[in-house]
């Protein structure tokens, strides 16, 4: 037999076997599609699309060609965030009649900085099954290829797109010793990795990850204070969508820091982090900035 027909009636067999699990009427599927690579889909994922009565999803159009892509057709719900709402009533209604019901995102798993937790929600709160199917997601991608899980990861997605309550935000995650992980789209790249080596400070390490699992897929690893210029070195490199990786807060631990600790602990009690980060490195002796994200983590009871 051919390897390619061996690799075929491998596939068919696990479907087939796949086809026999159950797949409970009256549910909504949560189910990841590719972020890019139409081969990155479950068989898991392709049985229940076969069987669903209708998918839930963020853009018809993307999804129709999506479908098309696998052979398949089948009647789509517009469910966005301007009438996540509404249509949830409507999709509860179809889960009470005994229909399966998919949803799915534009790209990666579904409500994940993308529509859908609202939908979610609702269903669990009507009392019916909601089923997720895992698969593809950027973040944990990127995160897979980073080398940057030392002490986890925490989750931010995409940040506000407004400057000042964008600066607010990352202050409140300057201190957070855990792997950041942050969506960006193209036209924002250049404002976001400047405004993070403003709030973080230049040594950082930075993994940029664009186009993931796409034909110009590309994963840079660099501290914060080079990432400006290796974006505009070429400009292709500011095109696509993004997975930002930022190193966390370093993680005080040596005897010389229990000083310090003690020094800032009583100078918070009187004094804006600011303040005291200042009078603790004149006492101390240590560096102002690292006794900032020193006073942060105390401030936010990360200590």
Not at 50 to 68: G, M, V
Not at 279 to 300: F, M, V, W
């Amino acid at each position: 037999m051919p390897e390619s027909a061996a690799s075929n009636s491998t596939v068919q067999r696990l479907m087939e076997d796949i086809s026999r699990q159950q797949f409970p009427a009256s549910a909504l599927y949560v189910t990841a599609t590719p972020i890019g690579n139409t081969g990155d889909i479950t068989l898991r994922a392709l049985c229940l699309l076969t069987l669903a009565d209708a998918i839930a999803c963020e853009d018809t159009r993307n999804t129709s060609q999506l479908l098309a892509r696998y052979g398949l057709s089948k009647p789509l719900i517009a469910v966005h965030e301007h009438n996540e709402r509404e249509r949830a009533a409507q999709i509860i209604e179809r889960l009470h009649g005994g229909e399966r019901i998919a949803l799915v995102s534009d790209a990666g798993t579904p409500a994940i900085s993308d529509p859908g937790a609202r939908l979610v929600e609702a269903v669990a709160a009507a009392g019916l099954r909601v089923i997720p199917l895992p698969g593809a997601s950027a973040a944990i991608a990127a995160l897979s290829a980073s080398g940057l899980l030392d002490n986890g990861f925490h989750f931010v997605g995409f940040l506000p797109s407004k400057a000042a309550q964008r600066d607010a935000a990352l202050q409140e995650l300057r201190a957070l010793p855990a792997t950041l992980v942050l969506y960006e789209a193209p036209h924002r790249i250049e404002q976001t990795v400047g405004a993070l080596a403003l709030a973080f400070g230049g040594e950082r390490k930075i993994v940029i990850a664009r186009e993931l699992t796409k034909l110009f897929e590309e994963i840079h690893r660099c501290q914060l204070a080079d990432a400006a210029n290796w974006l505009a070195t070429d400009k292709n490199r500011q095109r696509g969508e993004f997975v930002l990786l930022v190193e966390g807060a370093p993680v005080v631990t040596d005897t010389g820091d229990a000083e310090a600790q003690r020094v800032l602990e009583i100078l918070l009690t009187e004094c804006t982090v600011s303040q005291a980060a200042a009078l603790a490195a004149k006492i101390t002796g240590q560096k102002k900035n690292r006794l900032y994200e020193h006073a942060l983590q105390l401030k936010n009871g990360a200590c």
